[in-house]
């Protein structure tokens, strides 16, 4: 008989429960902190992983140098330390900011547009602050860990050895709007600097350059390894047509002359006729453009938006002012386009013109009968008014339109505006008037002209007829070291008789050795001439006082417009400044062509600095 055994009773051992136990336990708080980071975490892992792995850093081209027309420094690069934030990361650590202004003592509010700026890549790098010195840039990078997103690099920076004279030819430079991104398109990044005025902004394609780039591997957003570069291409340098001597005495003078008078502010053109060239160009007002280094806050630009002398306004270019009687100058071009120029043609003058009821005034001579020669040194009203009237309407406005008023010269300047020749599109149903017509003789009325385009018509005189778009840049160095001058670019040819010139400039003469302009314009042992104005306005107060010029007038080297808003008679108060900035840069010039022919070519070269 078998005898069957129960099977013994398996006791559970607690050392295996235990095992078990803290399987479950483990293998729970793996799954806890996978849930965790893969769901709770995951935007912030997606902006981390933009900062790490393979990364492709940007690296900024240098824009290219710009010198004056005797190859001196006028805009040039440095490094600087940079504090850069990823937009993606620090508004995710919004504490970050805090640390960032205590550390560099910027104005929180710049930084945070700046930041909003960048989003347009929120995982690239934006710059922040622009020139932490080296302690702060040491903290910056050794605290990186403390501070997610922010880091700081040194980079190719924009300066201005002068921010005042120079600042509404040269402008300034900025990170890219909307506006700037479409406008250059694919050469530029959030991160890249681009010109936001003047020559910056007009010449922006050349002096950007081409960036670089460079691939890292990288862990903690700390480089591992470079795993390929590619060199930014520097801009070009350009070689501006401006004389930086010539250009801060013509602001010095017109900040004189503005104080004396108590005028609001004025401008200076000069011109270079056989060419086109500007040798300076001045407006007063001006503003100092550190202000915009870095960015410029919202206030400090509110309150130089809002000063009420307006210094951001380029009054050489961007004013349009009634010409008084340096608009003779292009009466009489008229009256030869006309057929009608004669300079022994005489009309007896009053002391006024009359059409119908209305009188206009002749204020600078004593009446009489006079020719041509007498009316344009003493500037009759009545002469040119005459003249006027006779050419027409219609042959007056479009010599005008000819000559090139009523439209922009085309100079490689933003900002420039067009000035006034009343055509019947403009007029827009408005009556014009005989009176009308007469005005347009002696420069009033509708006529408006900017000192840009008055420089422009003595420079088109001075050439018999020929003009020059007026321009900066007198030539472009390459990269690899090759001068590429600028050519000139022609804008008109007036043909008219050879007789006529000729006539027209001893006229010009006349005013600087008896005329409106000779007791305060000679020059010592030049032949000069102009032509003086002094323009009514539609404010109070004295007329803005004008003068253009030619010299040396056998061999025309430069021309120029002087206008002073609001301060008197051109005799008085342009005519001074004509003559000291041309007697300044003949003397420059002659001084400048007895040097030595190995000097000269060694001083052309702007690498040799």
């Known amino acids: 008989m078998s005898v069957i055994h129960a099977p013994p009773k398996q006791e559970i051992d607690p050392k295996l429960l235990g095992t078990i136990g803290g399987a479950f336990v483990a293998l729970s708080g793996v799954f806890l902190r996978l849930w965790y980071l893969q769901v709770v975490q995951t935007e912030e892992f997606l902006a981390r992983a933009a900062a790490s792995g393979v990364s492709r850093l940007d690296i900024m081209a240098p824009r290219g140098l710009i010198f004056d027309r005797k190859k001196r420094l006028l805009a040039g690069v440095r490094s600087e330390f940079v504090v850069t934030g990823i937009p993606a990361v620090v508004n995710k ?118 960036r670089g780039s460079e691939s890292v591997v990288s862990s903690k957003k700390k480089a591992v390894r470079t795993i390929s570069r590619v060199e930014a291409i520097p801009g070009k340098q350009l070689i501006l047509s401006i004389d930086l001597d010539i250009q801060k005495q013509a602001n010095a003078l017109l900040e004189q002359s503005c104080r004396a008078h108590k005028s609001d502010g004025g401008a200076v053109v000069m011109i270079e006729p056989s060419s086109g060239e500007i040798i300076c160009m001045a407006s007063r007002p001006t503003y100092d453009s550190a202000i915009f280094d870095g960015g410029v806050s919202v206030e400090d630009y509110a309150a130089l938006s809002e000063d009420p002398r307006h210094p951001l306004f380029n009054r050489a270019a961007s004013g349009a002012y009634a010409p008084g009687s340096t608009y003779k100058i292009a009466t009489a071009i008229a009256a030869a386009k006309a057929g009608i120029f004669d300079t022994a043609r ?101 006529i408006t002209a900017t000192p840009l385009q008055m420089a422009n018509l003595v420079a088109l005189v001075a050439n018999n007829g020929t003009q020059y778009q007026p321009h900066f840049v007198k030539a472009e160095v390459g990269t690899d070291g090759k001068v590429v001058p600028t050519e000139p670019i022609l804008a008109r040819n007036f043909e008219l008789p050879a007789d006529f010139w000729s006539s027209l400039k001893q006229a010009m003469v006349s005013v600087t050795q008896s005329g409106t302009a000779h007791r305060l314009g000679g020059i010592s042992g030049v032949t000069w001439g102009g032509k003086t104005g002094s323009a009514e306005h539609s404010g109070r107060g004295p007329t803005h006082a004008w003068f253009v010029g030619i010299a040396p007038m056998e061999n025309p080297k430069v021309v120029i417009a002087v206008m002073v808003e609001k301060s008197g008679h051109g005799g008085d108060v342009a005519v001074p400044i004509a003559q000291r900035l041309v007697s300044a840069y003949l003397r420059d010039a002659a001084a400048a062509s007895s040097l030595p022919r190995t000097e000269s070519a060694n001083a052309a070269s702007p690498t040799s600095r």
């Open 93 to 210: 650590n919004k504490w970050v900011m805090d640390e960032v202004v205590a550390l560099t003592g910027a104005d929180k509010k710049k930084l945070e547009k700046k930041l909003k700026d960048g989003f347009r890549r929120p995982n690239m790098p934006a710059p922040l602050f622009v020139g932490v010195n080296v302690d702060v840039a040491t903290n910056i990078a050794e605290s990186w860990g403390a501070l997610p997103g922010i880091d700081v690099s040194y980079q190719p920076m924009r300066y201005y050895p002068d921010t005042i004279d120079m600042a509404h030819i040269l402008g300034y430079v900025g990170l890219p709007s909307e506006r700037d991104m479409d406008r250059l398109g694919d050469s530029v990044t959030p991160s890249t600097y681009v010109g936001k005025d003047g020559i910056e902004r007009a010449h922006d394609t050349e002096l950007m350059g081409t």
């Open 346 to 446: 005489s009309k007896y003058c009053p002391g006024y013109y009359q059409i119908g009821g209305q009188k206009f005034r002749c204020e600078n001579h004593g009446g009489g009968t006079l020719a041509f020669m007498t009316a344009f040194s003493k500037s009759c009203n009545s002469y040119f008014g005459s003249w006027a009237e006779v050419i027409g309407k219609d042959s007056m406005r479009q010599t005008l339109l000819d000559l090139g008023f009523g439209q922009k010269t085309g100079v490689d300047l933003q900002g420039e505006v067009s000035g006034v020749v009343p055509t019947d599109k403009w007029l827009k149903g408005r009556p014009f008037f005989l009176g009308h017509v007469v005005q347009m003789g002696f420069g009033q009325g509708y």
